[in-house]
């Protein structure tokens, strides 16, 4: 009788990671069908929230238009960072190559933490729990398959949340999409 439990047990596991395998499977189906994604999004950073709208083109391009009073703007291409506030005519640039946000925008890194990750299910997420230097949660939609967000710390250690909604998927973009601002 033991023996059956346990022989019951170890099939139920297996078949039980064999299903969580196969989830990551779809998911990276999904996204190398991807060449570039438009979406809303909500940012949360501590308590501030802020929202606006994004394009993503892999790999590693990324433009945002923040909707605020300042007209920020996020643009992020050849590892560099570039946050604008259009309303005072002011760029900030930032190196972004020790951030874990890149893991995000290249989908070599995306498919190491779909892959690695710790996997966790629930009624309407897929969340991806990966760590190395640092922690990034990746969710996806579990009917779809599509990304909804990401969770990182920033390096000011800063919890971000970033949700986002695709409202558009693998369109042609203007090749300035992601031209880097002069510095000012």
Known sequence: ??????????????????LLANEKKLIINKLNETKSLE???????????????????????????????????????????VISQKRYDKSYFYPVSKSPFLKILYKDSLFEIINLGKIDISNE????????????????????LELRGWQIIDQYNNLVNFSIKIIGKNRVLNKNTFKLPSIN
């Open 1 to 18: 009788m033991r023996f059956n439990i346990i022989f019951l047990a170890i099939i139920f596991s297996l078949f039980f990671l064999n």
């Open 39 to 81: 979406f809303n999004f909500l940012q949360e950073v501590n308590d501030k929230k802020e929202n606006g709208i994004c394009v993503l083109e892999f790999p590693g391009n990324l433009k945002c238009n923040y909707s605020d009073d300042k007209k920020k703007e996020l643009v992020i291409s050849e590892n560099k960072m």
């Open 125 to 144: 997420t897929i969340k991806l729990t990966y760590i190395n230097e640092s922690k990034i949660i990746v969710l996806f939609d579990k009917n779809s």
